[in-house]
């Protein structure tokens, strides 16, 4: 017999016959997309189907004087105009906030606005009509009497005497804050060699999905139930949601996510645009159709990345980081987003911050505030692209102050490879990470004597290239209380079904769901390697509360790791069952046996015995021929739930290097590199993917993307075409290369890898700009780096 072959102890593999767990193999579904053949939200049609449109808001700040409906109701094909009162006699108002996110406070919100609408783009009224076009003629005869009240708009003064105050019952405009502080810090910057500070603004900006929110509300009087066809994420979520605020049985309401075009974290929020779509079917008894248009998402999607943090490192003279300190105000929307909360993103700044660093000593406070702007919350990334831009921009300016490498100095101080289970100095715990290994592979992978080389040979005549480097953590397969135990019915685990098919072929229904990410494909390739069946024998369905398992879906870069482990379990379980059949067929014992290549094979001598389509006749059609009592089971549910850490960190290492013009201000982006280290890798093609359309969302945020008000809360580019967002011309060469460090918390071993690339990107961009700048004394440190705030830096505009 051949030697058995050798796998690294971490990647030894975890399925008899390893054929496409870590293969690089095309989506399945690729061909059916490409094809045309997908079916969107806005492709489904509905008998009796209406169509309903929104007035939203047109300011920031107004008190509802009076709705005129009579004109509108006259245009042709209404079919109904409702309002907040309306809609509040058959949905229930929500407070979104976290019992354990201590003190946070939010007034209540209804699916329309009733009294006063607090943001430019707040649904106040809903006209259903036959058709979108007859809705939206409608809409333009709608006559809503508004007062204009001041507007709340500006972090800095939100808590100032004198500022309005949104909802005077909460007593101001403070939703949460936050401190922590490890005791020492005082005494570390008083004994440091180096303190280096900057302050650092981040701009509000929003996901731009390719297919916009949208949904079907079918209330069905006949069966007294509820189905809705949505673009989400979080399906069960909804279901629940839907069942609490209408008053309804859970098993009285079916959510159907068929193809969703991107989500972002846009599509895992209620809006109250859900239940307001909702209520209108419920009151007309018939399906009502939602879409968004691109114009109306700018001020109706949730926004993110709000901040204004100063923050300050420590370090002695040796290149030891000491402690970090920072203070970061965030703001939000008038109310906190339903049901996650708009605390969440400024929480994980101050749990995230110095994450990758070996420093003992950390303070910091955060303030969360309302304002008079659309809703921020959960958006690619939450909190990682803030906390490692932070991080990464203090590090580099330490360094610089020591006359230290700026890699050398990142070797010196992050957690070492050998040093884990450990803990950050936040608290957060950390089960396995390999920042020295990725720093190492990141050192060879870009050539970096060769760069510094090049760079230093440009730099004498006159052109400035800078080199970044960020180092990050990113929290991935969240623990089973990240939300239940602050009251938020979101489920931790997922589930998954497969059931052999007589045909010899599986069909697998999985409770996370496809969103353009590949999840369907990697749950194939593990489903066929766990069965052992061929990839064509495989049938995945998702996104169908009536079918699926009860799960969380997709966020916070849980599909693979948690959903493709319940996927992994349940097939392996029905290996199991299949051999028992088999076992009973051959009359042989089910250890003498094995299942390989769609075959039921003989253990030692590999030898075909049965085929699984035979099996299947055998079980389905003819039971008859097996021994009484015995009845085949061919068919398997697992659920898994991550259980040992609060969250299974990933980390990785970016590098950007870029070409900044001091004449004119712009930023070239030249190459972009990325070791990124998620654990086992299900398929490198699409993790790489994955990678690359992350580090364009981050280098988005860092460039390009902001949504910018005036200072009456109004929204000054709210289209495509003043909204930037990164195109291919813009973008450079991503390399993306993998260090292997599999999470023992699962057999799979898999960790999250969707948001890494935007957390890393706009901290390494930033460093490549600064490096860029720095012969010249000059930094920017307020995303997005515009040619403008860098000729600013260099003093060639005040």
Avoid at 506 to 525: D, M, R
């Amino acid at each position: 017999m051949n030697a058995p072959e050798k796998h690294p102890p971490e990647l030894r593999p975890i399925t008899d016959d390893p054929r496409y767990i870590g293969a690089a193999v095309s989506r399945p579904g690729a061909r059916r997309l490409v094809e045309g053949r997908g079916t969107y939200v806005d492709d489904i049609k509905l008998p009796r189907m209406a169509h309903v449109v929104y007035w939203r808001s047109p300011v920031a700040h107004c008190r509802i004087v009076a709705v005129q409906r009579e004109y509108a109701r006259l245009m042709p094909g209404v079919l109904g105009i409702f309002d907040g009162a309306d809609v509040a006699t058959i949905c229930k108002p929500w407070v979104a906030t976290l019992g354990h996110l201590a003190g946070m406070k939010s007034a209540p919100q209804y699916p329309l606005a009733m009294e006063r609408a607090c943001w430019q783009g707040e649904p106040v009224v809903a006209i259903v009509a036959e058709t979108r076009a007859q809705a939206e003629d409608a809409l333009q005869y709608l006559q809503v009497e508004w007062e204009a009240l001041p507007a709340t708009t500006e972090m800095e003064t939100s808590l100032a005497a004198g500022t309005p105050v949104i909802h005077p019952e909460l007593g101001d405009n403070l939703c949460f804050t936050r401190s922590l502080d490890t005791g020492g810090v005082d005494a570390a910057f008083a004994a440091a060699d180096v303190v280096a500070e900057a302050t650092f603004h981040f701009g509000r900006h929003t996901g731009v999905t390719l297919e916009p929110r949208c949904q079907i509300a079918d209330w069905n009087p006949g069966e007294q139930r509820l189905t809705v066809y949505h673009s989400q994420q979080a399906p069960h979520m909804m279901q629940d949601l839907y069942a609490r605020q209408f008053g309804l049985a859970e098993s009285a309401v079916r959510v159907i996510c068929k193809d969703v075009g991107g989500s972002f974290g846009i599509k895992v929020h209620a809006y109250p645009d859900d239940f307001a779509t909702v209520a209108v079917s419920m009151l007309l008894k018939r399906p009502v159709k939602f879409v968004a248009d691109r114009l109306e998402s700018f001020t109706s999607d949730i926004h993110a990345r709000e901040h204004r943090i100063h923050g300050r490192i420590a370090a002695s003279k040796a290149g030891d980081i000491l402690a970090f300190e920072i203070d970061d105000l965030t703001g939000i929307g008038p109310y906190s987003m339903f049901p996650r909360t708009s605390a969440i993103e400024g929480n994980q700044v101050v749990n995230l911050t110095g994450g990758p660093y070996k420093h003992q000593q950390y303070r910091a406070n955060l303030k969360v505030v309302f304002l008079n702007k659309p809703p921020t919350c959960q958006y690619r990334g939450v909190g990682h692209p803030i906390a490692c831009a932070v991080t990464e921009g203090l590090v580099d300016l330490a360094a610089a102050k020591l006359g230290m490498d700026a890699l050398v100095f990142r070797q010196r101080n992050v957690i070492p490879d050998d040093a884990y289970p450990t803990a950050g100095a936040s608290g957060i715990k950390l089960e396995v990470l390999s920042h020295e290994e990725c720093l190492r592979k990141m050192e060879a992978l870009i050539d970096y004597p060769a760069l510094l080389a090049e760079q230093a040979a440009l730099r004498d005549r006159g052109v400035y290239r800078g080199i970044g480097f960020a180092a990050l953590i990113e929290l991935t397969n969240p623990g089973a209380a990240f939300y239940g135990v602050g009251g938020a019915r979101i489920a931790a685990q997922d589930g998954a079904t497969i059931r052999l098919e007589p045909t010899g072929a599986i069909t697998v229904l999985c409770s996370v769901g496809e969103q353009g990410q590949g999840a369907e494909g990697i749950f194939a390739q593990i489903a066929a390697d766990a069965v052992g069946v061929a990839m064509d024998k495989v049938r995945v369905v998702t996104g169908d509360t009536d079918v699926t398992p009860y799960g969380g879906g997709t966020w916070a870069s849980r599909g693979a790791g948690i959903g493709g482990e319940a996927v992994l379990q349940a097939g392996l379980a029905l290996q199991a069952n299949i051999l028992k059949v088999a076992a009973v067929i051959l009359n042989r014992e089910a250890g003498e046996l094995a299942v390989k290549r769609d075959e039921i094979i003989d253990l030692d001598s590999g030898a075909a015995l049965l085929p699984l389509a035979e099996l299947g006749r055998v079980a389905y059609f003819r039971p008859d021929t097996l021994p009484p009592g015995f009845t085949p089971e061919l068919m398997v549910t697992r659920h898994y739930a991550q259980r040992d850490y609060p969250f299974i960190f990933t980390n990785g290492v970016q590098v950007s290097y870029v070409e900044v013009d001091i004449e004119t201000g712009f930023v070239k982006l030249l190459k972009h590199w990325a070791v990124e280290d998620c654990g086992r890798v299900i398929n490198p093609m699409l993790v790489d993917e994955q990678m690359r359309g992350a580090i364009v969302q981050g280098i988005g945020g860092a460039l390009f993307e902001e949504c910018l008000y005036d200072a009456s809360g109004q929204l000054l580019n709210g289209s495509m075409a003043d909204y930037l967002v990164p195109m291919s011309g813009e973008m450079p060469d991503i390399v993306v290369a993998h260090v292997q460090t599999p999470t023992t918390s699962s057999k799979l071993g898999a960790k999250g890898a969707g948001e890494a690339g935007t957390a890393g990107a706009p901290a390494a961009v930033m460093n490549a700009i600064n490096n860029a700048l720095q012969p010249l004394n000059a930094a920017v440190f307020s995303q997005p780096f515009t040619p403008e705030k860098i000729l600013r830096a260099l003093g060639k505009v005040v």
